[in-house]
Every structure is written in C-alpha cells, then in structure tokens.
C-alpha cells in the first residue's frame, strides 16, 4: 500500500530564511511519481513539481529546489529566502502505475508559516 | 480561461437532509476526482472517475455518491449517511485518465460544507 509521510506539521520561520520541508514515501510499485503542491490561505491546491521515479535529478526552480532520493524514499522541498507569500500548506502526494493508477496518495500537509 | 469551478463555496445543511456539491471543468480533461479534507489532515479520496460513465471508490466513499454523465461534470452528493460530512471538499482533474498517474492534479476552489 503506497504512503506518504510529512512529520513536520507546522514550521515557522522568519522572512529570508532557507526551510526545508520533508517527505517520506512508501511503495511496492517500482514505476511511480511524486508531487508537491501548494495550499495557499484561499483553499485551491497548486502543482509545484513532478518527478518520476527513476530519475533522481534534483531540481531548482527559482527559489524552489527539489531532492530526490529512493535509497531513503524521500522527497523533500526546500524554500531558499523565504518570503511572506509562501505561507501555505504545502502537501506532497505519491501516484503508482500498478492497481493504483490514477489515484494519488497525500500526505497530511506542511503549514509553513513566514513571519515578516 | 479554462479552469474547475465548484459551487457553492459555502454550504450549509440541516442533519438528515442530502445536498450536492457541483463540479465542472472546462480543460477537457478525461479524470476528474473528488477529496474530502478535514483541519489538520491531509487529502482523502472520496470517488474518482478516469472515463465518462465510469467510476470508483475511494479511500473514504461511504455515505457519498457521485455520477460522471458528462465529461466535464462530476457532482458529489453527500448523503444522509455520511456521520460527519462538515469538510472542506475539493474536487480536481488530470489530462488522461489511463494515465493518470504522472499527471499532475488541477484544483477546484472547495466548497466548505457545514453541517448544522
């Protein structure tokens, strides 16, 4: 059964600081992808990134970067000089190919809170 | 410009009565899903449907029912045997519905259903 974990449930952190933000997965499925998605104040989820399972690359994106790693089924989210408008929820959710498909699996959500 | 509208945004319902959460999307889009969310809580899965005509329980349907008549309408109806149907509910779509699972989700605004 596919899982997903986010342990930190809330962080604050002050304007321009770097946070990262967790994500551990469980799965059988050997073809699978990753997802995070942003939940601001006003409710309606956004997509951030995808990634498939069997590429590793990290990503960047802006002040966005992306560390993938299977040998630890971690996916994990970091926010380079936070800035007051990332505070949101963030969720990460994990989608298999097998009996699953077209269902993804969310974890339980990261409150980021930036402070001025 | 193309989009999941969801109405209403509030709605409120009196114990033992059934009330539908409309859907629609305009991206052509084959699936379309519906999750429930609850403070603190991550996305669960209530129904998702990959194909017109066709489509499956989730995670949590119980006490929920749905129909996909027409490829950019997926209503949920909350029925009286749902025990404890105040949530935030959201409904979303992807592109294909066979492949599903390395597309990303696109979300509607939820509509926050209160139960009095």
């Known amino acids: 059964a596919q899982k997903v974990t986010q342990a930190q449930t809330e962080i604050s952190v002050v304007e321009k600081e770097d946070v990262t933000l967790d994500c551990v997965y469980e799965?059988?499925?050997?073809?699978?992808?990753l997802f995070w998605y942003k939940q601001p104040p006003s409710g309606e989820l956004v997509f951030l990134i995808r990634?498939?399972?069997?590429?590793?690359q990290n990503e960047i994106s802006g002040r966005y970067s992306w560390n993938f790693q299977k040998s630890t089924s971690s996916f994990n989210f970091t926010i380079t000089a936070s800035q007051v408008v990332d505070s949101a929820v963030y969720f990460c959710?994990?989608?298999?190919?097998?009996?699953?498909?077209?269902?993804?699996?969310f974890g339980d959500g990261t409150t980021l809170t930036v402070k001025p | 410009d193309g989009g999941i509208t969801q109405s209403p945004k509030y709605l409120f319902r009196k114990e033992g009565q059934n009330v539908t959460l409309s859907c629609e999307q305009n991206?052509?889009?084959?699936?379309m899903y519906w999750y429930r969310q609850d403070p603190g809580q991550g996305l669960r899965l209530i129904y998702y449907?990959?194909?017109?005509?066709?489509?499956q329980k989730g995670d949590i349907a119980e006490g929920y029912s749905v129909s996909r008549e027409k490829k950019e309408s997926f209503p949920l109806t909350v029925t009286s045997a749902q025990k404890n149907p105040t949530a935030f509910y959201l409904c979303?779509?992807?592109?294909?519905?066979?492949?599903?699972?390395?597309?990303?989700?696109?979300f509607g605004p939820g509509t926050r259903l209160t139960v009095l």
């Open positions: 979303a779509s992807s592109i294909s519905g066979g492949g599903a699972y390395y597309n990303e989700q696109f």
């Open positions: 799965t059988r499925d050997t073809t699978y992808y």
């Open positions: 990634r498939n399972s069997f590429d590793e």
């Open positions: 959710a994990l989608s298999e190919l097998g009996t699953n498909a077209g269902k993804s699996t």
């Open positions: 991206l052509n889009h084959d699936a």
């Open positions: 449907s990959q194909i017109v005509n066709d489509f």
